[in-house]
């Protein structure tokens, strides 16, 4: 089992950066690979960034990608995602969530979940 905590949330006027954080604890965190997620309500959740294990291949979705940024600090068991330029329609509860690596990369789904923080971009 592995636990997921979520930090670094808040509100941010557009064009401004936040930082988020997700501590992991349970588990070897090095034995997965590690992904962010968001949520508006009454939407789907939406893939945002990926990490491997190591750290060396990362994924971004689209809408993302050149402002956003994955990484991941293996001794501090904690996943990163760097969010530069935001925009209001980047406003969601973002999750972070594991996979173990023994299901290859990059994962089609994810074992565990954090609970999620709320991050809210004003226009």
């Known amino acids: 089992q592995v636990q997921l905590v979520e930090s670094g949330g808040g509100l941010v006027q557009a064009g401004g950066s936040l930082r988020l954080s997700c501590a992991a604890s349970?588990?070897?965190?090095?034995?997965?690979?590690m992904a962010w997620f968001r949520q508006v309500p009454g939407k789907e959740r939406e893939f945002v960034a990926a990490?491997?294990?190591?750290?060396?291949?990362?994924k971004y979705a689209d809408s993302v990608k050149g402002r956003f940024t994955i990484s991941r600090d293996n001794a501090k068991n904690t996943v990163y995602l760097q969010m530069n330029s935001l925009k209001a329609e980047d406003t969601a509860v973002y999750s972070c969530?594991?996979?173990?690596?023994?299901?290859?990369?990059?994962?089609?789904?994810?074992?565990?979940w954090g609970q999620g923080t709320q991050v809210t971009v004003s226009s």
């Open positions: 349970g588990r070897t965190f090095s034995n997965y690979h």
């Open positions: 990490i491997n294990y190591g750290g060396s291949s990362t």
């Open positions: 969530a594991a996979r173990s690596i023994g299901s290859g990369w990059p994962p089609y789904r994810y074992d565990y």
